[in-house]
C-alpha cells in the first residue's frame, strides 16, 4: 500500500510562492508516476500536474501552465510542487496522488489513481 504525505502548504499573499512536497513510502518510488490534485471549497476535485518515473514527462493542467512546476527526488522519494503567481483561486487542499503504474494517468479524471494523501492547505489572500 503505497502512503502520501504532504507538506508545505500554509497562507500567502496573491503573487507569493509556495513549495509543496509529498513524500512517499510503502512501494516503488522509482516505478510510480506522482500527482498533484487540488479541490477548492465547492469546487470538483482539479488534476494540476503529474510527473512520470521512468521518462520524467510531466503534465499540467490548464491552469498551472506557466505558473506551476512539479518535480521529483528519487534519492529523497519526494515529488515537489513549486506554486508561482499564486491567486485567491488556487486555493484550495492539495493532494498527491499515484496511478498503478509509472506513467501518468489523465489529469481529467481522479479515479485512475488509486493512492491518495491526506492533503495540505493552501490560501492565497487578496
Known amino acids: 500500500q503505497l502512503q502520501l504525505v504532504e507538506s508545505g502548504g500554509g497562507l500567502v499573499q496573491s503573487g507569493g510562492s509556495l513549495r509543496l512536497s509529498c513524500s512517499v513510502s510503502?512501494?516503488?518510488?522509482?516505478?510510480?508516476?506522482i500527482a498533484w490534485f487540488r479541490q477548492g471549497s465547492g469546487k470538483e476535485r482539479e488534476g494540476v500536474a503529474c510527473?512520470?518515473?521512468?521518462?520524467?514527462?510531466?503534465r499540467y493542467g490548464d491552469s498551472a501552465k506557466g505558473r506551476f512546476t512539479i518535480s521529483r527526488d528519487d534519492a529523497k522519494n519526494t515529488v515537489y510542487l513549486q506554486m508561482n503567481s499564486l491567486e485567491p483561486e488556487d486555493t484550495g487542499i492539495y493532494f498527491c496522488?499515484?496511478?498503478?503504474?509509472?506513467?501518468?494517468?489523465?489529469?481529467?479524471?481522479?479515479?485512475?489513481?488509486?493512492?491518495w494523501g491526506q492533503g495540505t492547505q493552501v490560501t492565497v489572500s487578496a
Open positions: 496522488a499515484a496511478p498503478p503504474g509509472p506513467r501518468c494517468a489523465t489529469l481529467l479524471l481522479t479515479w485512475p489513481y488509486r493512492s
Open positions: 510503502g512501494g516503488d518510488f522509482n516505478n510510480r508516476a
Open positions: 510527473i512520470a518515473s521512468t521518462t520524467g514527462d510531466t
